[in-house]
């Protein structure tokens, strides 16, 4: 491939064009299961968009910087599957998190079914949410988005290219910011309005199945980071 030149603009509508196509139908089965067992629906989405959408910002970032410094090769490991068993263990971190705070859920409901304040035993269970579970899940969402970032697609391969001719880390790493930037805008809002929507509307009509409802969704979690560790799908 040519050398070849590339601005903060063009990487950003590069990154717009990319984040409107395949980058959702990648992101879908990850955030998917995500928005499904949180509830709040729009109006917490917020949570799930923002540790998500950073972690794809910082990593391209990354990468543009790293890519200025040390030429195309910046790329080669994580062509090589690293960036695929990296978002593997940050999905399995995620779906177990979801996992471990709906069995924390059922037990507490347990303890609460015979007392008068059974009502309000969600409220009870939430502020009683352990620091280190709060935590995790924003940490492993973060970890999620910045290592599905790292699995290089053609636009990405491009904007790394071009990073390594300027051969400047400030400027690679200004194309990449662009570049996600331009990736993150459109999913976060489709997400945030959309996706967080079904989710919220599943969780209502299926109010009965809320522990059932989570337990799926983490336990597809880890099942799409196994398929990303064995290689059987690749965002």
Not at 100 to 121: E, G, I, L, M, V
Not at 139 to 166: D, E, K, S, W, Y
């Amino acid at each position: 491939m040519e050398p070849i030149a590339l601005s903060f603009s063009a990487a950003l509508v590069m990154g717009l064009f990319y984040g409107a196509g395949p980058c959702n139908i990648a992101c879908l089965p990850y955030l998917g299961p995500v928005f499904l067992a949180r509830s709040g629906g729009i109006r917490e989405a917020w949570r799930t968009v923002v540790p998500f959408s950073l972690g794809r910002i910082t990593a391209y970032a990354a990468l543009g910087a790293a890519a200025a410094t040390v030429g195309r090769a910046a790329t080669v490991e994580l062509e090589e599957g690293t960036g695929a068993i990296l978002l593997g263990s940050a999905s399995v971190t995620v779906g177990l998190v979801i996992l471990w705070r709906s069995a924390r859920k059922a037990t507490n409901s347990s303890s609460y079914c015979s007392r008068p304040q059974a009502a309000d035993h969600e409220t009870k269970i939430t502020l009683q949410r352990k620091p280190v579970e709060a935590a995790l899940m924003p940490m492993g969402l973060f970890g999620m988005g910045a290592t599905m970032a790292l699995n290089p697609c053609a636009p990405l391969g491009t904007v790394a290219l071009a990073a390594a001719v300027t051969a400047e880390p400030l400027a690679g790493l200004m194309l990449g910011l662009g570049f996600g930037l331009g990736a993150v805008a459109i999913p976060a809002v489709l997400f945030s309005l959309v996706v967080a929507h079904i989710g919220a509307e599943v969780r209502e009509r299926l109010v009965g199945w809320k522990g059932g409802l989570e337990r799926a969704a983490g336990t597809m979690l880890i099942a799409m980071g196994v398929f990303s560790f064995s290689g059987l799908f690749h965002p």
